[in-house]
């Protein structure tokens, strides 16, 4: 991962990375490190403890575990990822679900997606994203949000002061919190998963009327 990684630094495109080694990988399920095989099982027990309520987007979508998870409860999915090879892919793997998937850049979505959303859901991609454009990255969100939607967001919490020279950077606190500043915080969980490294969080907020 790093190779490519560095490569795509050479380059001066930060986020080439992700397409890279979606394309190199040739479909290889082994060879992306952040493919569980699974949706993740905090979405999962976010999802269950709360009803489908319209339309979600689901961010740097991958393969598609999470996008497919939340289409079999009901909810009116829209998925992106910035790698086309991944979309392609997740089409495939999920080629009877009802996701509607997309090729978009986090940094550079259509107007038409603000406040268009009940839920909006990010998992471990802030954290992949050097730290250079991840702020501008995680301020993407929170207008995603329709009224009376949700900002689910779930990744690493950072252990140290220093940052790792690569993928994935994990986020501190003051951080995890900045990304829904303008929203009401509902929780900030964190737990070890087991099987899994590092202390992990599920972040949530909601968009009321009074913010």
């Known amino acids: ?13 930060p986020l080439l ?9 040739e479909r290889d399920r082994g060879m992306i490190p952040w493919d569980w095989r699974e949706p993740h099982p905090f979405v999962v027990e976010w999802a269950r403890e709360n009803r ?3 339309n979600a987007l689901v961010v ?3 393969l598609g575990e999470d996008a497919a998870f939340l289409s079999s409860l009901g909810w009116d999915v829209t998925a992106f990822d910035i790698s086309e090879t991944a979309v ?6 999920h080629n009877d679900s009802k996701v509607d998937w997309e090729v978009a850049d986090l940094l550079d979505l259509r107007d038409s997606w603000k406040g268009n959303f009940d839920l909006v859901l990010e998992v471990h991609i802030l954290q992949a994203i050097p ?3 991840c702020e501008a990255a995680s301020k993407r969100l929170a207008p995603l949000v329709s009224e009376s939607g949700f900002l689910v967001c779930i990744g690493r919490i950072s252990g140290s002061q220093e940052d790792p020279e690569g993928p994935p950077w994990p986020l501190s606190i003051e951080e995890i919190e900045n990304i829904g500043k303008d929203l009401e915080k509902v929780e900030l969980h964190t737990s070890i998963i087991p099987g899994k490294e590092s202390n992990r969080y599920r972040a949530v907020w909601k968009k009321t009327s009074q913010i």
């Not at 991962?1 to 495109?13: D, K, L, T």
């Open 60 to 62: 740097g979508c991958g």
């Open 1 to 13: 991962m790093m190779e490519v990684f560095n490569r795509s630094m050479e380059f001066n495109e």
């Open 17 to 25: 990375w992700f397409e890279q080694l979606y394309s190199e990988s």
């Open 52 to 54: 489908p309520g319209g």
């Open 131 to 133: 730290k250079e454009i």
């Open 88 to 93: 392609a892919w997740a089409k495939q793997i």
